[in-house]
């Protein structure tokens, strides 16, 4: 019950992207084409879980026994970094459009700074269960997944829409749907108290 709660609280209440604003470059520029935001929506996952996985495994087996704790966000940028030119080359031999589509945003996840915060959180609150590690990067995951893809829905919407004011179409129109968007995720708060 606890793993689904950790999972939920990262994906609803603690959205990386709406509550805490680490993530805001990819959820700005990808979110124009629904089709894009789920496909960087999946890779971040995926590199998420992996990552999360992987600095724990590093945290715990490395820095601590060899007490190089101070070193963790440079070993964690590095094996971050890795980790998307995997995928990158993944995607590029096997899912080419997909490719495309996320253009320069692709390997932007190196430095995506929902990535990092995710398994700096993981470290900070779980650095004694990978199962919790695990949950929470996976909800970190999702919830960026959800955040992007209601949002590019949104801009999609908006696209066709005649009725919205000269003056406010493009960017002001877009911030304010993300704002209320993430005026909307603060309804989750106090459903799921850790």
Known sequence: MQLILVFLSAALVNNLVLARSLGVCPFIGV??????????????????????????????????????????IIVFIFLIAGLVQLIEMFL??????????L?????????NCAVLGIVLLNIETFSDSILYTLAHGLGGGIGFTLALTLFAGIREKMEKNDSIPKALK???????VAGLMSIAFLGFAGMITL
């Open 31 to 72: 979110s124009k084409q629904l089709k894009a935001s789920v496909g960087m929506g999946a890779a971040v996952t995926v590199v998420m879980v992996i990552a999360s996985a992987a600095t724990f495994a590093i945290f715990n087996l490395v820095l601590v026994p060899f007490d190089v704790v101070f070193l963790h």
């Open 170 to 176: 493009g960017l002001p129109i877009t911030m304010i």
């Open 92 to 101: 590029k031999k096997y899912v080419q459009p997909l490719h495309k589509a």
């Open 103 to 111: 253009g320069i945003y692709l390997p932007l996840i190196t430095t």
